[in-house]
T-cell receptor, first 113, second 113 residues
């Protein structure tokens, strides 16, 4: 069964450093998403991406965040200057149709120290 | 604001019993609902979904019921097994392509042997 792959599985970074979280969506999917989950809380939407541009973003997704699909297979989330409160699980998801059939990756646990 | 929420934070059931997990949503424009299961350290795993033009959908050992009148969604798990122990989330998708998923807070299902 096709999977969404995320790397690394765990990233530890110092406050103020830049991090890039990587995702390989399912190959024929057209819609891409990032969500995050702070420990013990619900999954929160960050951003959606379609046709090489951001479709929608949440209030969480401020100027410190950016997304890219640099080579037609990877989908990355960059946090420019990490804060302690950025510590969370970050999930990538993709879908073929945009409103149906989402597949989530296993997540990257980001720990900011 | 619009939200999706769950009535109970935890649910403990005896192995072999049926489990019912409930969810309330407030966005009457949502037309697609999904139940996800999340095991420790993993991403949300699709269980079952339902569109707003249906009120019931059955899968293997799982049934989702949708009551649009009271904006209520439930997940029924028949003959609950230890492997069903996890956190369960309901999620809704607003109408239209590329709509983000809004997740509920999550309920922990604990299966007693």
């Amino acid at each position: 069964e096709p999977e969404v792959t995320q790397t690394p599985s765990h990233q530890v970074t110092q406050m103020g450093q830049e991090v890039i979280l990587r995702c390989v969506p399912i190959s024929n999917h057209l819609y891409f998403y990032w969500y995050r989950q702070i420990l013990g809380q619900k999954v929160e939407f960050l951003v959606s991406f379609y046709n090489n541009e951001i479709s929608e973003k949440s209030e969480i997704f401020d100027d410190q965040f950016s997304v890219e699909r640099p080579d037609g297979s990877n989908f990355t989330l960059k946090i420019r200057s990490t804060k302690l409160e950025d510590s969370a699980m970050y999930f990538c998801a993709s879908s073929l149709q945009g409103n149906y059939g989402y597949t989530f990756g296993s997540g990257t646990r980001l720990t900011v120290v | 604001g619009e939200s999706v929420g769950l009535h109970l934070p935890t649910l403990s059931v005896q192995e072999g019993d049926n489990s019912i997990i409930n969810c309330a949503y407030s966005n009457s424009a949502s037309d697609y609902f999904i139940w996800y299961k999340q095991e420790s350290g993993k991403g949300p795993q699709f269980i079952i979904d339902i569109r707003s033009n249906m009120d019931k959908r059955q899968g293997q050992r799982v049934t989702v019921l949708l009551n649009k009148t009271v904006k209520h969604l439930s997940l029924q798990i028949a003959a609950t097994q230890p492997g069903d122990s996890a956190v369960y989330f309901c999620a809704e998708n607003g109408a239209g392509a590329n709509s983000k998923l809004t997740f509920g807070k999550g309920i922990t299902l604990s299966v007693r042997p």
